[in-house]
């Protein structure tokens, strides 16, 4: 169920500069003029890949003096725990590897332990970096097919065998590992990361993680970096000295509120029922023991 987007600030500046020596007559007709805006865009993109370097280099310091929070393996696998029980209605995660199906969502077949689509990006992705690793592997053939469906819900040239191949695949352990990659990479990792900046605790960090698998990490009204710029209008995080509950709660709000703006009959008790209910009860560490509910059926974490 993901919402793929695409961070594009950094080209920004090379777009704007390029545009303006095309409009510009004074500055055609010369390889000197044609050089001196190239070598300003590179000098704008080295600038901007310095600081970006350097401002990663200050939040790592910040991020290694932090408590390992949703990091910590106990608590990770009990993320992945509560996502399973939402994305595949059980505890057992490690059971999802081989699932897919289309779900009738419009994003294609929906696979793998965080429900990777190939209507939103991410599991082409996938496919692509497992093949760099492992190539000739049982769904190699099929990227070309998953290239040309990346943004619809079309099944064309996946069918009939893609499902087959998938399940394959699945029971390999190459294959786990390369799921496991690769919802680190684009979900876990970013998502536990930026709710340590905005000061947020074990909770926060999870209701984060699991706002970046539902809605994807793009910059949209309705993907994930666009409910946390709406929470942030609303509320102060608790690096800008606001209160944790008090912004949590906010951006649950924006979160439900974009879920049923999407479909209104949408059961949205992963958060209702569960991370609502752990905010409320005021565990903000996510200890255990922990029960809750979605889609009405009950869970339980000793």
């Known amino acids: 169920m993901r919402r793929a987007g695409l961070l594009l600030f950094a080209a920004v500046p090379v777009v704007v500069t390029?545009?303006?020596?095309?409009?510009?007559?004074?500055?055609?007709?010369?390889?000197?003029?044609?050089?001196?805006?190239?070598?300003?865009?590179?000098?704008?993109?080295?600038?901007?890949?310095?600081?970006?370097?350097?401002?990663?280099?200050?939040?790592?310091?910040?991020?290694?003096?932090?408590?390992?929070?949703?990091?910590?393996?106990?608590?990770?696998?009990?993320?992945?725990?509560?996502?399973?029980?939402?994305?595949?209605?059980?505890?057992?995660?490690?059971?999802?590897?081989?699932?897919?199906?289309?779900?009738?969502?419009?994003?294609?077949?929906?696979?793998?332990?965080?429900?990777?689509?190939?209507?939103?990006?991410?599991?082409?992705?996938?496919?692509?970096?497992?093949?760099?690793?492992?190539p000739g592997n049982g769904l190699a053939a099929y990227l070309p097919a998953l290239r040309e469906v990346d943004g619809t819900d079309s099944h064309e040239g996946l069918d009939p065998g893609f499902t087959k191949a998938w399940k394959a695949e699945a029971r390999l352990p190459a294959f786990r590992a390369a799921q496991d990659e690769e919802r680190d990479r684009v979900y876990f990792d970013p998502a536990v990361r930026l709710a340590k900046l905005d000061g947020l605790g074990t909770l926060g960090q999870f209701i984060y993680y699991d706002a970046m698998v539902f809605h994807g990490p793009g910059t949209g009204p309705t993907s994930f970096y666009g409910l946390r710029e709406r929470a942030m209008r609303e509320a102060d995080t608790p690096s800008e000295g606001g209160t944790e509950k008090a912004?949590?709660?906010?951006?649950?709000?924006?979160?439900?509120?974009?879920?049923?703006?999407?479909?209104?009959?949408?059961?949205?008790?992963?958060?209702?029922?569960?991370?609502?209910?752990?905010?409320?009860?005021?565990?903000?560490?996510?200890?255990?023991?922990?029960?809750?509910?979605?889609?009405?059926?009950?869970?339980?974490?000793?």
């Open 18 to 134: 390029g545009t303006v020596y095309l409009l510009t007559p004074a500055h055609s007709g010369t390889e000197d003029s044609a050089k001196a805006p190239a070598s300003a865009a590179e000098r704008a993109r080295q600038d901007a890949k310095s600081r970006a370097e350097r401002e990663r280099a200050e939040d790592d310091e910040v991020i290694a003096d932090l408590p390992a929070g949703l990091a910590a393996p106990a608590k990770k696998e009990l993320a992945q725990e509560i996502v399973a029980s939402a994305e595949n209605s059980t505890l057992d995660w490690r059971s999802a590897y081989g699932y897919i199906e289309d779900i009738g969502d419009g994003q294609g077949y929906t696979a793998g332990t965080v429900g990777f689509c190939t209507g939103t990006h991410d599991l082409r992705t996938l496919v692509e970096r497992y093949t760099k690793a492992h």
């Open 247 to 302: 912004y949590l709660d906010i951006f649950l709000d924006v979160r439900r509120s974009a879920m049923k703006a999407k479909r209104a009959d949408i059961d949205t008790s992963r958060i209702d029922t569960a991370q609502r209910q752990f905010l409320y009860d005021g565990n903000l560490d996510l200890r255990k023991p922990l029960v809750w509910k979605v889609y009405g059926e009950t869970y339980k974490v000793a």
